[in-house]
């Protein structure tokens, strides 16, 4: 099993930066593909970012150029840095992990992005 807890979560304005992290009860070597989600209200839950064990990221288009994923896998810690960020970024954004076949999440931290 894997516990997940996200912090960093809070109120920014439009244009300014936020970093999420996601910390893990175990060691992150083993854990192929880690990730951010989000959900807004009213909305499905949605990809953020996931990064491999190596390191390579994929992101949605809609955070392409603003977003960037890291993991430091020694620390056991994953990251989102998010840059010019929008109101329609607005969600709880949650960290997943995907562990022999299994999704894990965190409790999920509220992003609000104001005008």
Not at 84 to 103: F, I, M, Q, R
């Amino acid at each position: 099993q894997v516990q997940l807890v996200e912090s960093g979560g809070g109120l920014v304005q439009a244009g300014g930066s936020q970093r999420l992290s996601c910390a893990a009860s175990r060691s992150i070597f083993s854990i192929n593909v880690m990730g951010w989600y989000r959900q807004a209200p009213g909305k499905e839950r949605e990809l953020v970012a996931r990064i491999t064990a190596s390191g390579t990221p994929h992101y949605a288009d809609s955070v392409k150029g603003r977003f960037t994923i890291s993991r430091d896998n020694a620390k056991n810690l994953m990251y989102l840095q998010m840059n010019s960020l929008k109101p329609e970024d607005t969600a709880v954004y949650y960290c997943n992990a995907n562990y022999w076949g299994l999704d894990y999440w965190g409790q999920g931290t509220q992003v609000t992005v104001s005008s």
